[in-house]
């Protein structure tokens, strides 16, 4: 089995069991070893799911603009925990192909691999609810028809973003391409680097 092909199985699995309740207050219940890859790709889709269904929730145009300061708060804190984790799958990578043996003439890829995972994370999210706009039983039939357009190139981009995924760790695995993890620095969470947090002490 191919990595990405493990990682749509995971993500299509997390998907499934948080619409069970459909409730973004719902506890995770991860089924995976806490120190395995399964985990990771289990939690990651999770917090994207949560917070695919938060940015729903926070443009309804008649929210209390006191419950969307709170909501735009918890995204903010879900937008840290993605980066967090993406950082921690791409130390995995780093970790695996750590005994690699790098060509003199190795290339750097635009993005890491774990990046392009986390897009990966995201398109199963989009495949499940533009299957689900595809399939609404109120929607006119110009409705269906158009997402179901859309689904078809949705799960064609999920072929390619899965091929070149798997391309890409296989030239990591023999040495044509090298990563590199870059902490994200995100300056806009840190008190110290924040006009508006560090101005107000």
């Known amino acids: 089995m191919s990595f990405t092909t493990q990682c749509n199985q995971i993500f299509n ?20 070893d806490r120190e395995s890859i399964e985990n990771r790709l289990y939690l990651k889709c999770w917090i994207d799911t949560v917070q695919w269904h938060l940015e729903d929730i926070i443009r309804d145009p008649h929210i209390d603009p006191i419950e969307a ?65 595809a399939e609404r039983e109120d929607a006119s039939e110009e409705h269906k028809q158009k997402c179901g357009a859309k689904l078809n190139v949705l799960l064609e981009q999920q072929v390619d973003l899965s091929t070149a995924i798997d391309q890409l760790l296989g030239d990591i695995a023999e040495g044509r391409k090298y990563m590199k993890v870059y902490r994200q620095m ?11 947090l560090y101005g107000k002490k």
């Open 13 to 32: 699995q997390a998907i499934r069991d948080y619409h069970i309740k459909n409730d973004v207050d719902t506890p995770i219940n991860n089924p995976y």
């Open 69 to 133: 300061l709170q909501l735009k708060r918890r995204i903010d804190r879900s937008n840290q925990d993605r980066t967090d984790l993406v950082e921690q799958i791409d130390s995995y990578f780093r970790q695996k192909y750590s005994d690699v043996n790098v060509s003199p003439d190795a290339t750097i890829n635009t993005e890491s691999p774990a990046w392009a995972v986390d897009r990966l994370s995201i398109l199963a999210l989009k495949i499940y609810h533009m299957r689900e706009q």
């Open 186 to 196: 995100k300056m806009y969470n840190d008190p110290s680097t924040n006009p508006i």
